[in-house]
């Protein structure tokens, strides 16, 4: 099981190959239709992270783009529904990217061997808990039980985060390999959240050695302020990440003495799931299947 882990503008070719025979003006580029589809992705993701959204010039500024090309390339995702135009001229991402959320979480179904694990967690911790997974360098939260708390901390699904800002992503740093931790802290800038969000590579590399001798993560207002998150990183029998269990809350009632109670129950709870997840996947045929099978098997409750 895993989880969901420039391009030139002229599209067509025009000289004369080696026999001297002109190409058909449709003759495509090899490759370059791909390369068109990586631009059209990175449009999409500049315009998740807007929140806002952008207007044709910001897009091609921000990802350094002829603006025409721009231009051509929101007025094809827009076509297909892909983005969304607001006022006329700012660009949203449109309701096709629901659909498709839809359809990938039917196929892998994630939170029918999560969420029992996380509404667990919430019972024994009376706090939030998280399921996130790496997407690119970025955590992203798929599952969630919320706290009963009146006063309590959340994030809404699909929120995403930068691996150096919060306990979760630290706690991937520290189960990535050498060359990927490294590749992460080669980067010239680290993205701040809150005046806490770890920034300095030598405070962070700190920070991820502490969590591997741990085996979790405290953070404290580094994603957001006033709020603490503990998190403890799932993996398979390979060392290959399958995601993060996380609790999160109010940092004045999240003290010394809680975190350590909390990280005890994620730690435990962690490697549970981890092993449903792991002979779900030994098996053979549908996953979602196998994923209801083991937790019929282990008194689960599905479909009500």
Not at 8 to 16: G, I, N, R, T
Not at 185 to 199: A, D, H, K, Q, V
């Amino acid at each position: 099981m895993s989880w969901p882990r420039k391009c030139p503008d002229q599209v067509f070719s025009k000289p004369a190959n080696d026999r001297g025979v002109t190409p058909r003006k449709d003759t495509p580029v090899p490759g370059a239709e791909i390369k068109v589809l990586d631009k059209a992705i990175q449009v999409m993701d500049l315009l998740a992270r807007s929140g806002r959204g952008m207007k044709a010039p910001e897009v091609a500024a921000a990802l350094s783009l002829p603006r025409s090309t721009a231009i051509r390339l929101l007025g094809v995702l827009r076509s297909h529904d892909v983005v969304r135009t607001e006022g006329g001229a700012v660009f949203l991402l449109g309701a096709r990217l629901l659909w498709w959320e839809t359809c990938y979480r039917k196929e892998i179904e994630p939170s029918k061997a999560i969420r029992p694990c996380l509404e667990r967690i919430r019972e024994l911790t009376s706090e939030t808990a998280h399921f996130s997974i790496l997407v690119g360098d970025r955590t992203v939260v798929v599952e969630q039980a919320m706290s009963l708390h009146v006063t309590s901390s959340r994030y809404d699904l699909g929120t995403s985060a930068p691996l150096n800002a919060g306990a979760s992503g630290r706690a991937i740093l520290s189960c990535l390999s050498d060359e990927e931790r490294k590749n992460f802290l080669s980067r010239r800038n680290l993205e701040r959240l809150t005046p806490r969000t770890m920034t300095d590579k030598i405070t962070l590399e700190r920070g991820i050695e502490i969590c591997r001798d741990r085996g979790f993560a405290i953070s404290r207002g580094e994603r957001v302020p006033s709020t603490t998150s503990v998190a403890v990183t799932v993996l398979g029998s390979k060392s290959e990440i399958f995601g993060v269990v996380s609790v999160i809350g109010p940092s004045d009632r999240l003290n010394k003495n809680r975190c350590k109670f909390i990280s005890k129950v994620l730690l435990k709870e962690a490697k549970n799931l981890s092993q449903t997840l792991e002979t779900a996947r030994r098996y053979s045929g549908d996953l979602q299947e196998n994923l209801k099978t083991i937790l019929r098997d282990q008194g689960g409750v599905l479909g009500k």
